[in-house]
């Protein structure tokens, strides 16, 4: 079956301070378990804020190193989950279930692309 990674987007400048609620959490950790169980989710995870971020790029045949935070950078992923579903609809639905699960305050937009196998 295909993997998919979807990258869960968010903007750091307004996400809500006090972060996820514990309400929140806990529907994460219900719909962690049932996609586990599924046999869908082989990894989520979410990411520190770009803050505490490296980029390293090469252009031009040159090196550079610049360490977060990255103004520019209005959305940002601030985590991932790695799917593994029959079909890019079926990850589409396991994700749309993800953002259905945050409060009316929340703005995230996720990403779902398949994994180039071998």
Known sequence: MPRYLSMIRIDEQNAPAEGPSDELMARMGELIDEMTK???LLDTSGLKPTAE?????WEG???SVTDGPFTEAKEVV???AMLQAKDKAEAVEWTKRFLQIHEAHW???CEVREIVEG
Do not use: N, Q
């Open 38 to 40: 599924a046999g869908v």
């Open 61 to 63: 045949g040159e090196m």
């Open 53 to 57: 971020g490296t980029r390293v790029r």
């Open 107 to 109: 703005t995230v937009t």
């Open 78 to 80: 601030g985590g991932y």
